[in-house]
């Protein structure tokens, strides 16, 4: 394996408070009502359109595009400051780095919001490659940006694994015929996950990276 690729919220991370905000303020701000917080929660790793369809039915671009310029409004002031990350993933990070293997992130998030995450924690540097939803034109479970990464990384699909913690990941690593394996942090359960090609599905990062000897 030269490189492990990664999904960001529920996978290698906690943004559900600036998200919930994120959204609420979307919502909000187009005359609909406060969503239900556990249903805000299982669109994390949606894209914004998707987010807005799922929780209103509204499929209109114009009410997509408000939503999204809302979202982003609150998300730069609330989002990186209220980002927490999982206990196991900068050791896991470390230990990557020291055995040479190539990282990446894979996220419906902007490339700056990641990036802004890291420097908070003091391991932007742990990182090789950051693809967001600003370097695309189709996100996720489109195949673009996980090719992108693996362009950026200069390594095949069959070399690198790509885990998650949705079947949006699922659905994205199958399209670009990398390996997946699946976290059971988010809101996805593992029937849901296994349901797909995988070569692990696990309770958390800790217990994955002893089962595929990361």
């Known amino acids: 394996m030269d490189a492990v690729i990664f999904d960001f919220?529920?996978?290698?991370?906690?943004?559900?408070?600036?998200i919930l905000k994120s959204i609420t303020h979307g919502l909000t701000g187009l005359g609909f009502p406060k969503a239900d917080s556990e249903a805000m929660r299982r669109t994390i790793g949606l894209s914004l359109p998707e987010t807005l369809a799922r929780l209103t039915g509204s499929i209109d671009p114009e009410k997509a595009r408000m939503f999204t310029r809302l979202f982003m409004e609150k998300a730069d002031e609330v989002m990186v400051a209220s980002a927490s990350l999982y206990p196991e993933t900068l050791p896991l990070?470390?230990?990557?780095?020291?055995?040479?293997?190539?990282?990446?992130i894979v996220t419906t998030k902007a490339?700056?919001?990641i990036e802004g995450i890291f420097e908070k924690f003091?391991?932007?540097?742990?990182?090789?490659?950051?693809?967001?939803?600003?370097?695309?034109?189709?996100?996720?479970?489109?195949?673009e940006a996980l090719l992108l990464a693996l362009n950026e990384l200069h390594t095949a699909p069959e070399r690198a694994i790509y885990i998650g913690d949705s079947t949006v990941d699922a659905r994205c690593a199958q399209s670009v015929g990398v390996p997946f394996a699946g976290v059971l942090t988010?809101?996805?359960?593992?029937?849901?996950?296994?349901?797909?090609?995988?070569?692990?599905v696990a309770v958390d990062l800790a217990e994955l990276e002893r089962t595929l000897n990361l």
């Open 122 to 143: 003091g391991a932007l540097d742990l990182i090789d490659v950051i693809v967001g939803c600003d370097m695309v034109k189709n996100e996720k479970p489109h195949p």
């Open 9 to 18: 919220d529920y996978t290698l991370g906690d943004t559900t408070d600036g």
């Open 186 to 200: 988010g809101t996805t359960g593992a029937a849901e996950l296994e349901a797909y090609p995988h070569a692990a």
């Open 93 to 104: 990070l470390k230990k990557l780095r020291e055995k040479g293997v190539k990282t990446a």
């Open 111 to 113: 490339r700056f919001r």
